[in-house]
């Protein structure tokens, strides 16, 4: 998908979104840096945070789309292959479960980050690197 995809997207987020955003956005006083439709390798993704190497995708509905959960297997696949973990939440899950979903993201997120930072100390093997898109996060 291009930048313009990307820009649309962010343009027509979501009540969803927009409040997941602003949490999320919250968390660079942590050191978490995310980024929002961010288009890497062909795709966009909700949210981005590249240091920890995180993906966060949001669904409006369990659906049983083949297609659709085709797709997100791929796009999941490829950016594992970079060392990106993709978490999934449904609206439903922010709705209902706000407050744990941001935290499930700040956990992993500072978990990543942490393995990542020791990594690059030598202290652990190093994480694949991330590939493509544009800046860092």
């Known amino acids: 998908m291009s930048?313009?995809?990307?820009?649309?997207?962010?343009?027509?987020?979501?009540?969803f979104e927009a409040r997941l955003w602003l949490a999320v956005r919250a968390l660079r006083g942590q050191g978490l840096h995310f980024r929002r439709q961010s288009p890497r390798d062909g795709y966009v993704v909700d949210?981005?945070?590249i240091r920890a190497?995180?993906?966060?995708?949001?669904?409006g509905d369990q659906h049983g789309h083949e297609r659709q959960a085709a797709h997100d297997a791929r796009r999941d696949a490829h950016f594992a292959t970079a060392g990106f973990l993709t978490l999934?939440?449904?609206?439903?899950?922010?709705?209902?479960?706000?407050d744990g979903v941001v935290e499930t993201i700040f956990?992993?997120?500072?978990?990543?980050?942490?393995a990542f930072d020791e990594?690059?100390?030598?202290k652990a093997p190093p994480l694949p690197s991330p590939r493509g898109g544009e800046g860092s996060g």
Request: with cysteine; hydrophobic share 40%; charged share 35%.
């Open 3 to 15: 930048i313009d995809r990307a820009r649309q997207l962010r343009k027509s987020m979501t009540p």
């Open 47 to 49: 949210f981005l945070c």
């Open 53 to 59: 190497r995180l993906i966060v995708e949001l669904d």
């Open 88 to 98: 999934r939440f449904w609206n439903a899950e922010l709705r209902d479960n706000f």
């Open 107 to 114: 956990r992993t997120a500072m978990d990543r980050q942490r």
């Open 119 to 122: 990594a690059l100390r030598g």
